[in-house]
C-alpha cells in the first residue's frame, strides 16, 4: 500500500472512445503527476500539478486532458487515442516538485487501444 | 537538459553486493539523485535520494562522487527477492525538469 491509488487497473477501448483514469492519495501531499511507461522506454512525465496548478506539460498531444480538482484527485481524461498510447500511465504524488520530497507512485492503469 | 544514463541489465548472485551506477552530467548543486525500484505489474518504490557525498538507509546505500556527474546505489546482500527494475532519477531543482533513467534489470541467482 503506497498511499496512491489508481483505478481502474486495466482498461480496454477504441480509438473513438472517451475514457478518464483516476488516481487519489492519502499522503497529504501538495503535487501529482502522470506518467506514460512504455515497454523498454524510459517513464516519460506527461503532467505536473502543485497546489491544483498545472505546472509542467511534457508535450502531451491533447487527446490527454488532465484535470485536478484538489491536491487529492488527480484525472487523465482520454479521447480520440492512438494505437500507440498504450501503455502503463503511473500517476505519482509527492509533498512538493522540486525532487527534494520522494514521490510515491501507484500501480498504474495499463491501458489497450483497439 | 540533465540525461541519466545507467546499465540496461546486471546478473548477480544470493548474498553478493551490487553496485549500478547511473551517469547524469550537468546537474546543479541542488539537484536531487533519488533511485526507486519497480517489479512487474507495480509502479516504482522509491528506494534512496541524495545529492552529495553518501547516504546510507536500512536497504541501501547512494554513492555520490564530489563531481555528481554519477551516482552508485549500492545493495548489500541481495536476495531473491531483489530482481527487479531500478530506476536513476534527478529532478532539476530550476524548473522541476524530471529525468529518469531507461532502468536496470537486475537479475539475482540462487
Known amino acids: 500500500e503506497t498511499g496512491v491509488t489508481q483505478t481502474p487497473r486495466h482498461l480496454v477501448m477504441g480509438m473513438t472512445n472517451k475514457k478518464s483514469l483516476k488516481c487519489e492519495q492519502h499522503?497529504?501531499?501538495?503535487?501529482m503527476y502522470w506518467y506514460k511507461q512504455s515497454a523498454k522506454k524510459p517513464l516519460e512525465l506527461m503532467f505536473v500539478?502543485?497546489?491544483?496548478?498545472?505546472?509542467e506539460n511534457n508535450s502531451v498531444p491533447s487527446r490527454f486532458s488532465p484535470e485536478c480538482p484538489n491536491s487529492s484527485h488527480l484525472f487523465l481524461h482520454l479521447h480520440t487515442l492512438q494505437p500507440e498510447d498504450s501503455a502503463l500511465y503511473l500517476c505519482?504524488?509527492?509533498?512538493?516538485?522540486?525532487?527534494?520530497?520522494?514521490?510515491?507512485f501507484g500501480d498504474g492503469t495499463r491501458l489497450s487501444i483497439l | 537538459l540533465a540525461k541519466t544514463t545507467q546499465p540496461i541489465s546486471m546478473d548477480s548472485y544470493e548474498g553478493q553486493e551490487v553496485n549500478i551506477t547511473c551517469s547524469h552530467n550537468?546537474?546543479?548543486?541542488?539537484?536531487?539523485i533519488t533511485w526507486y525500484q519497480q517489479f512487474p505489474s507495480q509502479g516504482p518504490r522509491f528506494i534512496i535520494q541524495?545529492?552529495?557525498t553518501k547516504v546510507t538507509n536500512e536497504v541501501a546505500s547512494l554513492f555520490i562522487p564530489a563531481d555528481r556527474k554519477s551516482s552508485t546505489l549500492s545493495l548489500p546482500r541481495v536476495s531473491l527477492s531483489d530482481t527487479a527494475v531500478y530506476y536513476c532519477?534527478?529532478?532539476?531543482?530550476?524548473?522541476?525538469?524530471?529525468?529518469f533513467g531507461a532502468g536496470t534489470r537486475l537479475t539475482v541467482k540462487p
Open positions: 499522503l497529504g501531499h501538495n503535487a
Open positions: 505519482a504524488s509527492s509533498q512538493d516538485p522540486t525532487g527534494g520530497q520522494p514521490q510515491h
Open positions: 532519477l534527478v529532478v532539476l531543482y530550476n524548473n522541476n525538469d524530471m529525468r
Open positions: 500539478y502543485n497546489f491544483k496548478e498545472q505546472t
Open positions: 550537468n546537474i546543479a548543486t541542488n539537484d536531487y
Open positions: 541524495g545529492y552529495k
